[in-house]
């Protein structure tokens, strides 16, 4: 079952625009993670952000989280051609990590 | 390089064949996984091992068998493949399940799998 549900599914801007994507789940969490999937390869970690934390930073990323609305949101600023592909949050589930459907994210040169 | 490895990256199945998909870490990860990936769908987990000798079930298990006879390797097994496990699948690993949880994983490239 899906715990994180991302929003927009697809999202197409021009590079050098900020990018926002929302991700939403349903239960408590004691983290939340985002990951970067370009097309045809497997999924790399971006960023973890931790319960007790509301927002957190790692060069052009920046995510929150809002742990009463139980939601997330990962901004990529000033984005470029490099960034366009899928981007994911995943949260601890049962045996591993629960991950959401995902926003496709397309750069326009 | 360190990392996961999956094999093979590409294949192509008919319906009641078996295989065997690899993976193959090299970074002493106790804890391996296995995901499917299908269009709208996000990554579903279907088997993960917490160490050498200990496997146990995903939310989509069915038609998969699993085995861990060694920290680096844990291949997927279809014993008889249908249209509907086909998939991209990938493997995931970290030190540990409860660090993997809190510090994120590892992926392999992936393997595409078509059965037709």
């Known amino acids: 079952s899906q715990q994180g549900e991302e929003d927009p599914q697809a999202l197409s801007i021009q590079e050098g625009e900020n990018a926002t994507m929302n991700c939403s789940y349903k239960?408590?969490?004691?983290?939340l993670q985002w990951y970067r999937q370009n097309s045809g390869r497997g999924l790399v970690h971006l960023i973890l952000?931790?319960?007790?934390?509301r927002e957190k930073h790692s060069g052009r990323l920046r995510v929150t989280l809002d742990t009463s609305k139980k939601s997330s949101s990962l901004l990529i600023t000033a984005s470029r051609a490099a960034d366009t592909a899928s981007y994911f949050c995943a949260t601890p589930g049962s045996g591993g990590l629960t991950f959401g459907k995902g926003t496709h994210l397309i750069i326009q040169p | 390089n360190a990392g996961v490895t999956q094999t093979p990256k590409f294949q192509v199945l008919k319906t009641g064949q078996s295989m065997t998909l690899q993976c193959a870490q090299d970074?002493?990860?106790?804890?391996m996984s296995w995901y499917r990936q299908d269009p709208g769908m996000g990554l579903r987990l279907i088997h993960y091992s917490v160490g050498a000798g200990i496997t146990d079930q995903g939310e989509v298990p069915n038609g998969y068998n699993v085995s861990r006879s060694t920290t680096e390797d844990f291949p997927l097994r279809l014993l008889s493949a249908a249209p509907s496990q086909t998939s991209v699948y990938f493997c995931?690993?970290?030190?540990?399940?409860?660090?993997?949880?809190?510090?994120?994983?590892?992926f392999g490239s992936g393997t595409r799998l078509t059965v037709v």
């Open positions: 970074m002493n990860h106790e804890y």
């Open positions: 952000i931790r319960s007790n934390e």
């Open positions: 239960t408590s969490i004691n983290n």
């Open positions: 995931a690993s970290s030190y540990s399940a409860t660090r993997g949880l809190n510090y994120g994983y590892t």
